[in-house]
């Protein structure tokens, strides 16, 4: 399997400022078919459900503020949100989708400093 | 738009079936995707539970594969989970979600609300 490691697990940002978690794979997930990264980042509130904000980790999905942006490749990614605004309070989760099974990452609390 | 709904018992007693529906709304399970289960067990990280085709092809996660069964009934469009032999570890809020890439491993653009199921006698 791979594992996907965060950091850091929580952490407190001003209202304007740049939050930025890191995401390891155990292994690469650069996919073989297309040469791009099979790298997904979610923002979760409390009490919803997931919500896809980026895919081949740095493809924002329709809606998303373009102050979120992934990065990375290989084994290591990065979310940015610059600009932290009070609706950016959430856990944020990495998630491979190269090889079964999917595998996610343990999350990153980000709250207002 | 493409809406999902788990339904089915939040308890269930220790070494009895887990079993939930996911009925979509908005897309027909046979147009294609791939339809999947998820979940969270209270205050932590997410788990890939398994991936159905609307074919009936499934794609299971090893740590589960023995106790999971996934199926889908096109003329409902719905799909369906069964989780065996439960016990308190299975305890978790489950996801049904829909990918967006066409591929089987993929990214979770579409997801149910989450029904929370608990495990206790």
């Known amino acids: 399997d791979i594992v996907m490691t965060q950091s850091p697990d929580s952490l407190a940002v001003s209202l304007g400022e740049r939050a930025a978690i890191n995401c390891k794979s155990s292994q690469s997930v650069l996919h073989s078919s297309n040469n791009k990264n099979c790298l997904a980042w979610y923002q979760q509130e409390p009490g919803h459900p997931p919500k896809l904000l980026i895919s081949w980790a740095s493809t924002r999905e329709s809606g998303v503020p373009d102050r979120f942006s992934g990065s990375g490749s290989g084994t290591d990614f990065t979310l940015t949100i610059t600009s932290l605004q009070a609706e950016d309070v959430a856990v944020y989760y990495c998630?491979?989708?190269?090889?079964?099974?999917?595998?996610f990452g343990g999350g990153t609390k980000v709250e207002i400093k | 738009q493409v809406q999902l709904q788990e339904s089915g018992p939040g308890l269930v007693k220790p070494s009895e079936t887990l079993s939930l529906i996911c009925t979509v709304s908005?897309?027909?399970?046979?147009?294609?995707?791939?339809w999947s289960w998820i979940r969270q067990p209270p205050g932590k990280g997410l788990e890939w539970i398994g991936t159905?085709?609307?074919?009936?092809?499934?794609y299971h996660n090893p740590s589960l594969e023995s106790r999971v069964t996934l199926s889908v009934d096109t003329s409902e469009n719905q799909f369906s989970l069964k989780l065996s032999s439960v016990t308190a570890a299975d305890t978790a809020v489950y996801y049904c979600?829909?990918?967006?890439?066409?591929?089987?491993?993929?990214?979770?653009?579409?997801w149910g609300q989450g029904t929370l199921v608990t495990v206790s006698s």
């Open positions: 908005g897309y027909s399970i046979s147009s294609g995707y791939y």
């Open positions: 159905i085709y609307h074919s009936g092809s499934t």
């Open positions: 979600a829909r990918e967006i890439l066409g591929l089987r491993n993929s990214a979770y653009g579409y």
């Open positions: 998630q491979q989708y190269c090889s079964s099974p999917l595998t």
